[in-house]
């Protein structure tokens, strides 16, 4: 920030649940995995009721089909939600999502999530096991953060998400077998396809990559979308007023997800429109350097994130994450 402003840790530590404390410990201060503190706030995330209830709705993944890529409450997200505070392949209950998980992968290398498509859209109307690039990359980011990055199987989705990236990015991608494509430009690249790809390759190790384009040409997607935000949407995904409002988890196209994805990268980091965009982010902040939600996703209401009245410890560690990797730049 430029006023001098830095992360409110010591806020941080004492009114965040526990998962926002050990992300905090280990994301802005930087304690290792074994220090006892960041061991006592891990023990504490692993047996908040909260997190448990997730684990245990995931037993029967897939689980019901999804019908809107942005339904918060669904098995996806909280997938990713689990993966992105730091849960791994052998914290309890864990063993039998991720290998329900790694048992759905289809033949190009893709894994798979129920999905229901109504006729009017191409689809059957029935749920069907199968992949899109707005979902598919979500999958590969948790198993990768679960600790499966050198698993084959991981493998093989890294590979098929490498060969579908495009000069401009990520186009509109599904199954084959699938007559669906999103309602744009089919030369333009889909902005949430090329995010949620970028961030999985992240999550797997974007080093596979160095050299070949893959990761630069996501980051220029969005960076270019950022570039046209006053011409027109692409593939619908605008960057207006509710892109730029602060909410969590992170599920949809905004300005915390894009921000916290394009951060991940040196390459982003030191971009012009990067920074703007972050520029943006951080002046929402109060004089405490908190933010406060300007949205929620009512499917987490149980939780401190989506409470629009108050400051929150969630937003505020991922978007203080955020503005620290920048300053490697």
Request: contains cysteine; charged residues 25%.
């Amino acid at each position: 920030m430029n006023d001098g402003r830095k992360p409110p840790i010591d806020w941080l530590l004492e009114t965040g649940d526990a998962w926002v404390q050990y992300r905090t410990r280990i994301d802005l201060l930087g304690q290792p995995e074994t220090d006892p503190d960041v061991r006592a706030a891990r023990a504490a995330m692993l047996a908040d009721p909260r997190v448990k209830s997730l684990i245990a709705s995931l037993q029967d993944w897939p689980g019901p089909p999804l019908t809107n890529h942005r339904k918060a409450g669904h098995p996806l997200h909280r997938l990713a939600f689990l993966a992105g505070i730091g849960l791994r392949a052998d914290d309890p209950g864990m063993a039998t999502i991720i290998e329900r998980v790694l048992e759905r992968q289809s033949g190009e290398g893709a894994f798979q999530v129920a999905i229901q498509i109504g006729k009017s859209y191409g689809g059957s109307g029935e749920a069907t096991l199968t992949w899109m690039l707005c979902d598919a990359p979500t999958v590969l980011y948790a198993l990768c953060l679960f600790g499966l990055r050198d698993d084959p199987r991981v493998g093989r989705a890294v590979e098929h998400l490498r060969g579908l990236v495009r000069e401009n990015g990520w186009p509109c991608a599904v199954d084959p077998a699938l007559a669906f494509r999103g309602p744009g430009r089919k030369a333009d690249p889909c902005p949430y396809a090329s995010l949620v790809s970028l961030k999985a390759l992240a999550a797997c190790g974007a080093e596979r990559l160095a050299g070949d384009g893959t990761v630069g040409r996501g980051i220029e997607a969005l960076l270019w979308h950022w570039d046209i935000q006053k011409e027109r949407k692409v593939y619908m995904f605008g960057i207006g007023t509710d892109f730029r409002k602060p909410k969590f988890p992170l599920v949809w196209y905004d300005i915390l997800h894009v921000t916290d994805v394009l951060s991940r990268f040196p390459s982003a980091r030191s971009d012009p429109r990067f920074r703007a965009m972050l520029g943006e982010l951080l002046e929402q902040a109060d004089e405490a350097g908190r933010f406060t939600p300007a949205s929620m996703y009512r499917d987490w209401k149980e939780w401190e994130f989506a409470d629009k009245k108050h400051p929150s410890p969630a937003i505020t560690l991922v978007a203080w994450r955020t503005a620290l990797r920048s300053l490697a730049a």
